[in-house]
């Protein structure tokens, strides 16, 4: 078959060097302008013209790797003979369009030294376009056919293709930005050199002070963001594992309402809460009218600052906990219990000598996950943080700020990076090591112990006054779009929605959206709708890959994988504008890179409900169509895609509500053309218009339960586990 | 029966409309070892659970040792429950584990070691006291299992399907440790299993669940030999059900008749096992016709025409020199009436 095979991939690579347009085109690629051979402005045309026209000699390298590659690719000679060809032309060809690619930037050589050896060169190169990425990927390709022609992968090039792609789109899109990022810690500032420039800004005391332990200042922001997300994580993970405990382990009549808890933190734009929290306890909030008018005190703006920080990202993030102590809880053998009260264990002694020390692992997990969430927040405190600053709040002021210190954002990013990749590194350890909770497959009858009744009571009154006040928080941060100017003037008015999406009748009947949010929600669907498929796409790929094969490095590239998720959202916006808006790959400021974006902060859901998915499926699904000659690539389409229905819908609709909601990266990428409804709500925040921030908060959670709803409707929720018990028997089991 | 058993009074039980158990006695004598055998869904294990104390019976009673357990939770009972996953607790070690169930009991530092180590030698584990139980295998965690259980000194063992999780290799072996155990510690113990062969094997009785009823109890060959009932006759081993008519003291079937002096008149169904029917190669007694044939190597199972629509199974022992007869072949077929057992409609 030709299409997919080796010939098929060099002629790509040929296409892109020799026919299509090198470089990225200004104003979009025309279908005129595709043909790129023996047009007259060098950026205009393909490699090999560039080359042979415009004395561009950095271009024949490329091209002549790709030669190389030609007898590889054709289908005629040993394996062997065609693998050293591919290697050898795919390898160089992927090194020399890197290399001219760095080498050449928008002011000749990017690098003084190649000025020094070979002159100053009295040229220029923008980013590459759609000739260079299409002899990338081609290159790419071959490359890895020759890796499966040498027997790597068992000799098999779909596989050996799919890690080659994901290695390259980790190494594109996730390890070279964070790098170029890190590197910027080591540009001089003003007048001081490298090393003492690297100095000043990592021995800041503006970060690492600790002036607040005598006197009434402000820590370093590391300490701040230190104690915030452990104080979150801490508080949280006491609030999610009261609330699983009871949805899990008691007869609640609400548990199933309660369940509805766990979706707010996906379908929320991240500072929904914090509006909540202004709008009951800020300086005209609800709270501070009442009690100035009983009482006559101020309360003042004691919302500001760390307890409102830690108030919001603890109502933010204990869903979040919730959800993942519901499988920790559930997760737990009952019979481990019942064995327990077998042996005169009381439910008490019971719950403490089996039930916690089972749970510790998980409590752990939930723990470092909300402390990451915590750490990687950016909504809650650019709103409510005031003068408490964090690392996402100080990495954000240094770039959009007026001392615009990349130096200083590139330094607090690495602090970041770097106590988020601990953090990440001990939950592998913790839930690593020693997970307790595993489904073995083998009969397992039993229904769960109820609770002691100690421990229900303390449940108990902690969740319930919790969950009201969250439904407080939400249903004030929603009746904020209602009331003219929360505070001052209560008139209800549906004004700020009319501002924000009012639609008009121009005088030839076309519709306009006079609104001032129409573009930005445009936008936002358009982006997340393109990049909700590219993200299931590459996450069930990447699931596939690490769940079903098995190759030398296979648990690297897992590794790497998972590392990229570890990185925070914040230091991934400031690396993506640091690294993207030079060639070779410019594509700052275009949707490309808000894509980008989307699709690598987003993998990790397409990666873990595929794996969810596929560990379900037996192995020997799939080896059945490969014994009956299906190939690799086959089995998966055929077998093992339609098995994945459900787990495809759920990564296709979470990826797409996410890139909605998403804020800390996005804020630096955005552009005038293309802003994203987040930030747009973010910056009215900022300029003390609620209400209309408000109101978009509303659609916006509005439209994304309408996808919530959709996935269930799809997809339906299956039930897997245990039996349920009918409300009046608490235990007891069928055999 | 011995009182101080365990004693169970028409219980019924129910999760919501599902009815689970219908109106169960029991009666299990002291030192007794004693099987619920059922297939699944049959409410065995569910009966096992109330005895267990995990859940409370909608009506009857239990009692254990003479004495109504049926409102005390788990942790009051003096009962020893071996799970079918084990529910060893992988945070402990295999000595923790065992130890558990004494340290409430506030016996001291000394007797409690003493009486792990007695627990863990009878199941021949000492040696492994300081692993995990993950560090184990499946046979082992299993005796690990059932120390933990007996260094309580329980009342009652109970065993809920114990051997599912073992290896078809390691079964046997362990069903036979297991009851010598039981009988020199003179324990007296609830098995519940699905496969006969496990049930005939051990136990001096059993009952035979289906769909939350006891069918029949007894010793397993009483009630091999004469079961009551279609299904308790086809839950253990192969049976031949005929129906018929019972009229002037003897048992109709087409070309068969048996004598059945005791019988009401009217419908009946017959039970008779393959090996009570003895094939005639010279073609005395009822004639029959060979359909099919099956050398099964101890013995030539054959499937037999009657005629009017009856089929039996009979099984003829194997001996060299003995040829299987080919199908198609016309024989006489010879019945012991005393073999034969009329079921209750």
Not at chain 1, 46 to 52: E, T
Not at chain 1, 96 to 118: E, H, K, N, T
Not at chain 2, 92 to 110: I, K, P, Y
Request: with cysteine.
């Amino acid at each position: 078959m030709f299409l997919g095979s080796s010939l098929f991939f060099w002629l790509l690579a040929a296409l892109g060097a020799a026919i299509l347009p090198w470089h990225m085109q200004q104003d979009g690629v025309t279908v005129a302008g595709l043909v790129a051979l023996g047009q007259e402005d060098p950026e205009a045309s393909s490699a090999l013209w560039q080359a042979m026209a415009f004395g561009r000699f950095w271009f024949w390298p490329v091209v002549a790797a790709i030669a190389l590659a030609l007898p590889g690719a054709l289908p005629a000679g040993s394996a062997a003979r065609r693998a050293v060809f591919l290697l050898w032309g795919g390898g160089l060809g992927l090194l020399a369009i890197v290399l001219q690619g760095m080498a050449i930037g928008v002011q000749g050589w990017s690098w003084p030294w190649l000025a020094a050896l070979f002159g100053e060169l009295d040229d220029r190169q923008f980013g590459i376009g759609l000739g260079g990425s299409l002899a990338f990927l081609g290159c790419l390709v071959m490359v890895t056919d020759g890796l499966a022609m040498r027997g790597l992968f068992k000799g098999d090039r779909f596989v050996s293709g799919a890690v080659g792609l994901l290695v390259a789109s980790i190494a594109l899109f996730t390890a070279w930005p964070v790098l170029t990022m890190l590197g910027q810690m080591f540009t001089p500032r003003g007048d001081l050199g490298i090393g003492a420039s690297l100095v000043e800004r990592v021995a800041d005391s503006k970060i690492w002070g600790l002036a607040c332990v005598g006197s009434n200042v402000n820590c370093g922001v590391f300490w701040n963001t230190l104690l915030l997300a452990t104080c979150t994580a801490t508080a949280a993970t006491c609030l999610g594992l009261c609330f699983a405990l009871i949805v899990t382990r008691t007869q609640f009549p609400a548990r199933r309402a309660m369940r509805l808890l766990t979706v707010l933190p996906i379908i929320t734009p991240p500072f929904v809460i914090g509006l909540g929290l202004i709008l009951i306890f800020g300086r005209s909030g609800v709270v501070n009218q009442i009690v100035a008018a009983t009482t006559g005190v101020e309360l003042g703006r004691w919302i500001y600052g760390f307890n409102g920080v830690l108030l919001a990202q603890v109502f933010s993030f204990t869903p979040t906990a919730f959800l993942v102590l519901i499988g920790v809880v559930e997760g737990i053998s009952p019979a481990m219990e019942e064995a327990s009260q077998t042996l005169r264990a009381s439910r008490m002694r019971t719950f403490r000598a089996v039930t916690l020390p089972l749970m510790v692992p998980g409590l752990a997990n939930a723990w470092l996950v909300v402390f990451v969430e915590s750490l990687a927040d950016f909504g809650n405190p650019i709103v409510l943080g005031g003068s408490y600053g964090v690392l996402s709040t100080e990495i954000f002021f240094a770039v959009v700020g007026a001392q615009q210190d990349f130096g200083r954002a590139a330094v607090l990013a690495g602090i970041m990076l770097v106590v988020g990749l601990c953090a990440f590194l001990l939950q592998r350890a913790v839930v690593g090591r020693r997970s307790y909770v595993s489904v073995t497959g083998k009969g397992d009858v039993g229904l769960p112990t109820p609770l002691p009744p100690p421990v229900r009571v303390v449940a108990f009154a902690v969740a319930i006054p919790w969950a009201i006040l969250t439904i407080v928080v939400y249903t004030m941060a929603l009746a904020g779009a209602f009331v003219r100017v929360w505070g001052r003037d209560w008139t209800p008015t549906l004004s700020h929605f009319q501002r924000a999406f009012a639609i008009e009748w121009a005088a030839d009947g076309r519709m306009l959206f006079s609104g001032g949010a129409w573009h930005s929600l445009f936008t936002t669907i358009q982006l997340a709708a393109i990049a909700a498929p590219i993200t299931a796409s590459i996450g069930l790929l990447a699931a596939w890959v690490l769940t079903r094969q098995r190759f030398a490095g296979r648990t690297a590239l897992e590794f790497s994988l998972m590392l990229t998720f570890a990185v925070p959202g914040t230091v991934i916006g400031v690396a993506y504008i640091l690294t993207y808006n030079i060639p070779p790959l410019e594509i700052t400021g275009t949707a490309m890179i808000l894509i980008a974006c989307f699709v690598f902060r987003n993998l990790p859901v397409g990666v873990r409900s595929g794996v969810a998915a596929m560990s379900q499926l037996d192995k020997s699904l799939d080896e059945a169509a490969i014994t009956l000659r299906a190939s690799t690539f086959r089995a998966l389409r055929t077998v093992v895609l339609p098995l994945l229905k459900p787990a495809i819908v759920t990564a296709l609709v979470y990826s797409f509500v996410r890139a909605m909601t998403t804020v800390s990266a996005v804020i630096f990428l955005v552009s005038a053309e293309y802003e994203m409804a987040t930030v747009f709500i973010i910056n009215r925040v900022i300029n003390g218009d609620y209400g209309l921030a408000i109101a978009y908060c509303a659609v916006l959670i509005v439209l994304m339960m309408a996808a919530i709803g959709l996935i269930n409707l799809a997809v339906g929720s299956r039930r897997l586990g245990r039996r349920a018990a009918p409300a009046a028997l608490p235990a007891g089991g069928r055999a | 029966m011995s009182a101080a058993g365990v004693e169970i009074e028409r219980v019924s039980f129910g999760y919501g409309r599902t009815r689970v158990l219908e109106d169960v006695s029991l009666s299990i004598a002291k030192g007794e070892f004693f099987a619920f055998l059922g297939p699944s869904g049959s409410g065995k294990t569910t009966l096992l659970r109330l005895v267990a104390g995990f859940g409370t019976p909608d009506s009857g009673r239990i009692l254990i040792g003479g004495r109504d357990a049926t409102k005390q939770p788990p942790w009051a009972r003096n009962v020893g429950l071996v799970f079918q996953s084990y529910a060893l607790w992988p945070h402990m070690t295999v000595a923790q584990n065992v130890a558990f169930g004494l340290e409430r009991r506030r016996v001291g530092r000394a007797e409690r070691d003493r009486r792990v180590k007695a627990a863990l030698d009878l199941v021949g584990l000492w040696h492994l006291a300081e692993r995990r139980p993950a560090q184990l295998s499946g046979g082992q965690q299993q005796r690990v299992a059932i120390a933990r259980t007996l260094a309580i000194e329980p009342e009652v063992l109970l065993l809920d399907e114990p051997l599912s999780n073992l290896d078809a290799g390691l079964r046997a072996g362990v069903r036979t440790e297991l009851v010598e155990l039981q009988r020199r510690l003179g324990l007296t113990t609830i098995l519940v299993t699905h496969d006969q062969e496990e049930a005939n094997a051990a136990a001096d009785r059993m009952a035979v669940l289906n769909e939350g009823r006891v069918l029949q109890v007894g010793a397993p060959a009483e009630l091999y030999d004469r079961p009551v009932d279609r299904f308790v006759a086809g839950f253990l081993g192969t049976a031949n059900l005929i129906e018929g008519v019972v009229e002037q003291g003897s048992f109709r079937a087409g070309a068969l008749a048996l004598p059945a002096p005791d019988a009401a008149p009217g419908r009946a169904t017959l039970a008779l096992r393959p090996q009570a029917l003895a094939l005639q190669r010279d073609g005395g007694g009822v004639p029959a016709r060979v359909v099919r044939a099956e050398f099964l190597g101890g013995h030539v199972r054959y499937t037999l025409d009657l005629g009017e629509g009856i089929a039996l199974t009979a099984e003829e022992p194997h001996l060299r020199g003995l040829a299987p007869i080919a199908p198609g072949t016309a024989i006489g077929l010879s019945l012991d009436a005393g073999q034969a057992s009329l079921l209750r409609s």
